[in-house]
């Protein structure tokens, strides 16, 4: 056996069985941050391939048609605005 699992096994067994519950949910969820298999690790691509079909997708929807003056828009959304619960 590993010689860390065999600490993990040793220190485990030395607490409460309320925090031994606790170490094996903590386990559990480790173990649920792992692919479960090779298939489910994310290939790594360059993002450029994804923006352009999102683009191109957004594209064909005429998602901003509805805008009638673009720069006026672009300032407004970059404009400045209190926080909620600040003062101005």
Request: overall charge positive.
């Amino acid at each position: 056996m590993d010689a860390v699992l065999e600490q993990l096994l040793e220190d485990a067994g030395d607490l409460p069985k309320e925090m031994q519950k606790e170490a094996l949910n903590f386990v559990r969820f480790l173990k649920s941050k792992l692919p479960r298999s090779r298939s489910q690790v994310k290939e790594h691509r360059p993002n450029g391939e994804n923006l352009v079909r999102l683009l191109q997708e957004a594209s064909g929807k005429k998602m901003f048609s509805h805008i009638q003056d673009p720069v006026a828009w672009q300032q407004d959304l970059r404009r400045d605005r209190p926080l909620p619960g600040r003062e101005a």
